[in-house]
Structure formats: structure tokens, C-alpha cells
């Protein structure tokens, strides 16, 4: 049966992903329009050496993507969701990082940005489908719309897109998701795209430097949350200069002499202590989330077995998750798992299958 053509508005980063999302579905005979958000001003921010930065979202980036739209003969628009992006994404970051907690923006910009500001956009020019360069599928199932991961397991971004509701899923496409990296090159190269050859950005977007220290003492001030590095039997091992420099699982950095290697445990913002201990400090074998999102919909009525990954590279860990009032959940695992960190995304897994995800308290 031939498929019904569409009208699909592309999220073109400028990247290779989504100028191959673009082009594919062109060549499929849908109507395209490539879309670009426009979400940071990178002017306000400058490296040591006085050079402004460059990354993913930036201008040289709605650049590329407007010469790929050119390459492809598709109409193209930039957007300006700077406003958005500070309130829904920025603002967020920072509050975790000084209330202790260790934020994924990448999720939240998903969640807030593409699949909630950008596919209304999609609507309101009455197309009936956003494309994202994502690698992850989308499939019919027996019971509604099914999140799945993407085929290649080095490129797999299903985790990042756990917060997808099913009435996301229906207007949603991921083109790439049965693709491997390597697929895609070769795509960009037989489109003869303007970008083929172009690398892909590996940090967050609006600290593209990589010194989120940094970023966040020139959004909120420097000389806050500074005080005791505390061991976890409740001597004081040392001084810090703020409790945002911190993550669970770091080793580096802490300046303390100690028998045994030391690792952050816990931070307390509240008080003002980095909680340090040895590595079998860092093991424990439940967490607590919330504001979950069930992919299927309504929570489980019973406790759930599955796979819980507790960061992006973390290896799947079996677990048993029990549904809790206001949106939040109870994870148990078999075995105890390593440097849990608050702030960070969970996310449930049968199989190749999300099944939903929370936020770890």
C-alpha cells in the first residue's frame, strides 16, 4: 500500500541527525519544513581566552541547518524560544545544582521544548507530524503507541524521551531509529548534504565549554553553599567552596588525605556539607521518584518488574517498581546499584520497550 503523504516539520539542529531526518522524508515524497529553535544567546558567555563559544544550538549551527534546508529545496524557520529555554530548562539546572541535586537538562528540553513548544508550533502550520534526528522508534502497539529503543546500541537515545505521553507519540516520528550512525553517514553523503562531514557536539549546549562551574557561578554569583567536607562516620575532612562543585561518584577534586580512596556519597545543601566515604558507601539498593511518566499511560495497579537504567550509560538493572500517590514511585533492586544520583533520570525498560521513567528524589 503506498504510504499517505504528510506534512511533517523537521527540528533541524544543523547537525547531520536531523539534516538526514530532512532529507529522507523529502525524498519520501512528504512535504517538509525544516524548523530550527533558536534557544541560546551566545553572546552572553565568552571562554577565558575571549573567544566566543560554539556548539550544538548555536548560530553557526541555525546556519547550517538553514543551508541544508536551501541544499533540499524546503522551506525554513527559526524560532525564538530564548524566553522558554531560561525558564523551563536554564532556571531548573541551576535550582538542582544548588539544592544538591544533579540535573539532566537534555531530558527537560525534550520534554519542554520539542515535544511540548515546538510540536504546538507543528500544529498551529497544520502539519500533521514533527521528525526529530532521535534515535529511538516509535511503533503501534496492541495497547496504543510504544516507545522502543533505537536498533543501534552505541546511538540509542530512548532514555532521553521518557517523558513522551501517548498523544505525544501519535504526532510524533523518529526516521532514524533502524539506523546506525554509519547509515546516516552514508545518507548525508549520497544527499551530497552540506554537513556530512560535520562532527557531532558531545556537551550540553549551553555549557559548551564543559565547565559547568562556571556557568553556574556567572548565572547565580560565586561564594554560595561553601563549607565542610564531611565523612560519612561525621568527622570533618576538609572545606569547600560550594556544594554545586560536587556530584555523587566524583573522586577528583576533593583535596583530602584519607587511607582509602574517597568518593561523594550525598550533598547537603541545606547545610552546606559535601558527604564524602569509601566506595561501598556509594551502593544502595532502592531510590524514590517522581514526577514519573508511565509511556502506556496510567500507572501499573501493581508493583512492576523491570529494568531500570539510573543514568544514560548505566547498565540496565533488574528492579521491582511500585506506583506511589502524586506522581512518584518506589524502585527496588536486585542488587545494589552504583552512585545513585538525585536529580538524574530513571528510566523502565522491558526489553527494548520504555516503559516510563521519573526523576530520582
Known sequence: MTQRKQRIVVAMSGGVDSSVTAALLKEQGHEVIGV??????????????????????????????????????????VVNFEADFQRQ?????????????TPNPCVLCNQSLKFERLLRRARELEADALATGHYARIVAGPAGYELRKGLDPQKDQS?????????????VQFPLGAMSKEEVRGHAARF???????????????????NYVRFLEEERGPG????????????????HQGTYRFTVGQRRGLGIAWPHPLYVVALDAAARQVVVGEEEHLHRDRLTLQ???????????????????????????????????EGRAAVVFAQAQRGITPGQAA???????????????
Not at 89 to 101: K, L, M, N
Not at 192 to 210: H, M, R, T, Y
Not at 224 to 239: F, K, M, T, W, Y
Not at 294 to 319: K, M, V
Request: hydrophobic letters at 40%.
Open 36 to 77: 530550527t529553535m533558536q534557544i541560546w544567546d551566545y553572546a552572553r558567555f565568552t571562554a577565558p581566552d575571549g573567544q566566543l563559544f560554539g556548539s550544538c544550538c548555536s548560530l553557526d549551527d541555525v546556519y547550517d541547518a538553514r543551508r541544508v534546508a536551501e541544499a533540499l529545496s524546503i522551506p525554513f524557520y
Open 89 to 101: 530548562v536554564i532556571d531548573p539546572f541551576c535550582d538542582d545544582y544548588f539544592a544538591g541535586r
Open 159 to 171: 532514555y532521553f524521551l521518557f517523558t513522551l505521553t501517548q498523544a505525544q507519540m501519535g504526532l
Open 192 to 210: 551530497n548534504l552540506p554537513v556530512a562531514q560535520k562532527a557531532e557536539s558531545q556537551d550540553i549546549c549551553f555549557v559548551p565549554d564543559g
Open 224 to 239: 554560595q553553599l561553601d563549607g565542610a567536607i564531611v565523612h560519612v562516620s561525621g568527622q570533618e575532612v576538609g572545606r
Open 291 to 325: 514526577r514519573v511518566n508511565w509511556s502506556f499511560g496510567a500507572p501499573p495497579l501493581e508493583p512492576l518488574p523491570a529494568a531500570c537504567r539510573i543514568r544514560y550509560r548505566h547498565h540496565e538493572a533488574t528492579c521491582l517498581i511500585t506506583p506511589l500517590p
Open 347 to 361: 528510566v523502565f525498560y522491558a526489553g527494548d520497550r520504555v516503559l516510563g521513567g521519573g526523576w530520582i528524589e
